[in-house]
Nanobody, 118 residues
């Protein structure tokens, strides 16, 4: 059974930090590119950060560049999103995504809420 389980969300003040984790099971994690998406109320889901299967390449949305860092530990089947200098506009549900482009296979986690507020 495929699972992506996110954790680490919560309430944080502006300027604070959070580290999200996503633990994968039920598929060959090291063969999948991993991404974090987010969706704020009334808005479309948007890509935040992505990392290739071999950790060779990372990509970030312009609005989070320099503040967020995506990383992965293939030995632990886990992808992380370190979020620093958080802003109220970062408030959203954050989703973990796994994709294997060659086969067109993709999986989603259930999401974790991040709220940035004073």
């Amino acid at each position: 059974q495929v699972q992506l389980v996110e954790s680490g969300g919560g309430l944080v003040q502006p300027g604070g930090s959070l580290r999200l984790s996503c633990v994968a099971s039920g598929f060959t994690f090291s063969s999948y590119a991993m991404s974090w998406y987010r969706q704020a109320p009334g808005k479309e889901r948007e890509l935040v950060a992505a990392i290739t299967a071999a950790r060779e390449t990372t990509n970030y949305a312009d609005v989070v560049k320099g503040r967020f860092t995506i990383s992965r530990d293939n030995a632990k089947n886990t992808v992380y999103l370190q979020m620093n200098s958080l802003k109220p506009e970062d408030t959203a549900v954050y989703y973990c995504n796994a994709v294997r482009h060659y086969y067109g296979t993709t999986y989603w986690g259930q999401g974790t809420q991040v709220t940035v507020s004073s």
